[in-house]
DNA sequence: AAGTGACTGGCAATCGGTTGACAATTGTTC
DNA sequence: GAACAATTGTCAACCGATTGCCAGTCACTT
């Protein structure tokens, strides 16, 4: 026991630098440029000698250092993928499906969030940017000229945003919010609410935005209420107004918001459904989980991940890219909503 | 419009390479080595000098070189954490505490998770280690001796795990296990199943044996009852068997299981807390969501996340540190338990 | 006035790779 | 058999910092 505990002690402590391309050469006695062009350029060495530094590599258990390399050719071989609030469980199948993409081309992804600061936003994003090959910006809270101005330094995509000049890639909220809508017009509802999300969002706007002029288009009135945060606490703070906006449906900046809200009408005896109806989005994890379940409008998360990080890649190799096709949402139906009372 | 567009493309395109030493030095007449000794230490100069090359590395916009910075000195400043799955909100909070720690002391994270995959984690953790200054592993899949052989590479710290020779975090889990037992029993409960997690996770096999142990002292039943996953699919699908072994409350592995069995009991009429009491572990987000709202074991997440980090820092600069205390579990008291029937 | 030591700042080597230029070798063609 | 081309591998410079060693200044002793 102590033995064995000891020798591990001891391995632990003699941590011997790891194999070098020096290490390679002299041991198959060639010059490390040779080992360098045999790992990276394949067909350009004879095929003997190739193989031979390759098994050699092998051999040491060779990895190659990527500060050493990141350092004559500039290419770091990582992302940076900043969200504005990790806690938000909205993130995870972005992270996931952005990950997914950058693994599959070898890429290491270096994950941060703002906790909704844009002061933190900028510092953090100008930290990364100096050990990034590319910056994938997600509901960033920052103004556009500060997104322009980090554009400048190192190649960077915005998520959910829109920026001029800066590549993005954004959902397309209009078919959600649409149908959305459409189900609460033909239930009865004719004066909705929209809870609102952070100022600086966005998303915030397209999805007020869009809300707004279909109401109005239909005929429906609808007023804004402010939300203090874009969380559970911020929604259940917004409990009063919502009451007091005499509303039968509530249109939810997000599904935290949503949930927040829901629990507290129910902490307050207000009958949702039945009184009231609440619509979220994002379809997070637990909007299933209440009674009654979060309708929700669905957004395209793992979608958004992979074609940031695909979109950033193609910036970082100085290709031109066609615009692609805004992602769609989608409506969930679940028990959060119902017909009026007339 | 045009105009101010295609002005920012060409910003963007023309990104200049950024300041270095060299700059600093040739504006201020020094040499580089200087500036480097300015820049990191303070006081070894004439203080004029040190003020002149300061203001003139921030009227620059300086920014060090990390990866020209690790070359020589080996240390790189990035921290990698690698996690079992990020789609479990247990790890939120983990990662938030450990954030908060590795930013204070100017360090970057880069997080990754595995997927439940133990070959994707061996993988992950040999590609980080190139990068890292040193890795915590959360939650690892891996055996023993892997987990041993990295560590001989660089630094590492385990978290909800313990392994020979390896420093470790971890929380108690016995407050929150026997607090709950003890309501269940006092509550006339006197057959329960535990509802397993992974076998390769230390950390099932920890409640798995604290529960059985204090079952049986206390002369309660207790059953084991595999899962397929520790999702809420997972928790779903053992719908059967934990109806079939006839107890009258389950504690879960984690909440995700919890959650998933809860609704499953649902959706077949079973009344819970009415016929089975239901207690999962971590407290995560969305366990207060349904009704019945989910009593769980709350872990201390954030801490151990930041005392995680802390123990890993202090593994880097190669100090030694004492073994601190496990960090409490508490039981949470919701809805989901109730009195047995007799 | 020579000796001592503290304080400043420069020189040059080094970390581990990459890459353009070039030399050596081999094969091909007339 | 000489001229030429293609193939293969080496040389050496370079990326942007860090750091041990040394030299020059200056003040202060004795």
Redesign the pocket.
């Known amino acids: 026991m102590e033995q064995s505990d000891a020798a591990i002690r001891t391995r632990a402590a003699e941590r011997k630098?790891?194999?070098?391309?020096?290490?390679?050469?002299r041991l198959t006695?060639?010059?490390?440029?040779?080992?360098?062009?045999?790992?990276?350029?394949p067909?350009?060495?004879?095929?003997?000698?190739?193989r031979r530094i390759r098994d050699a590599a092998a051999e040491l258990g060779?990895?190659?250092?990527p500060?050493?390399?990141?350092?004559?050719?500039?290419k770091t071989g990582t992302l940076g993928l900043l969200v504005s609030d990790i806690t938000n469980p909205a993130y995870f199948d972005l992270v996931r499906g952005a990950e997914r993409v950058a693994s599959e081309t070898g890429m290491t992804i270096v994950f941060a969030d703002s906790q909704e600061s844009p002061e933190l936003e900028r510092a953090t994003a100008e930290r990364l940017q100096t050990s990034v090959d590319g910056l994938l910006l997600v509901g960033s809270r920052l103004e556009d000229h500060q997104i322009q101005d980090l554009s400048s330094v190192k190649p960077l995509v915005v998520v959910n945003r829109l920026v001029e000049g800066i590549p993005a890639v954004i959902p397309d909220v209009r078919p959600g919010i649409t149908t959305a809508l459409e189900l609460l017009r033909e239930a009865g509802h004719r004066r909705i609410a929209y809870l609102a999300g952070p100022e600086a969002s966005w998303m915030n706007g397209q999805r007020w935005q869009h809300a707004f002029e279909i109401a109005v288009e239909w005929d429906m009135s609808i007023v804004e209420i402010k939300s203090n945060a874009p969380t559970r606490e911020g929604g259940a703070e917004a409990f009063g107004r919502v009451k007091a906006a005499d509303v039968s449906a509530v249109l939810a900046y997000n599904d935290l918001v949503a949930l927040g809200l829901l629990r507290e009408c129910r902490d307050h005896g207000l009958d949702v459904p039945g009184r009231l109806s609440i619509i979220g989005f994002d379809d997070i994890f637990g909007a299933d989980l209440p009674t009654p379940a979060l309708s929700t409008i669905r957004m395209p998360l793992a979608a958004l991940g992979e074609r940031g990080i695909r979109r950033l890649l193609t910036e970082i190799d100085g290709g031109e890219s066609e615009d692609e096709s805004a992602l769609p949402t989608e409506f969930v139906g679940r028990e959060s909503i119902a017909a009026a009372r007339s």
């Open positions: 630098a790891p194999p070098t391309i020096y290490d390679i050469a006695g060639v010059s490390p440029s040779t080992v360098s062009r045999a790992l990276n350029k067909g350009r060495l004879n095929a003997q000698t190739e060779y990895r190659i250092n500060m050493a390399r990141a350092l004559p050719t500039g």
